[in-house]
């Protein structure tokens, strides 16, 4: 599984074709051990991350909504996943 984001020590991972147990577009954020899968608004819909995480994740991703849409559609057709700016 690529990453495509690292900041604050979260690492942020996206698959290929994965669409088999979360129909929605998402990405996978692991922190310390622990890991969550958001949707691409920044929603939490699977995991155990700190509610602290899940704010810097949600916030990450309001800023680059165009980033990570872009990367799903490559994920998607199997393309090279494209390298997403950390947190500012």
């Avoid at 290929?16 to 691409?40: C, I, N």
Wanted: glycine share 8%.
């Amino acid at each position: 599984m690529p990453r495509i984001s690292e900041f604050f020590g979260i690492s942020i991972y996206m698959y290929w074709y994965d669409t088999q147990k979360h129909k929605m577009p998402h990405f996978h954020a692991r922190y310390g051990g622990s890991e969550g899968v958001f949707d691409l608004s920044g929603r939490c819909i699977e995991g155990n991350l700190s509610a602290r995480t899940n704010r810097l994740v949600a916030e990450w991703c309001a800023e680059r909504q165009l980033e990570l849409k872009q990367a799903w559609q490559n994920a998607m057709a199997g393309k090279e996943l494209p390298w997403v700016l950390p947190l500012r």
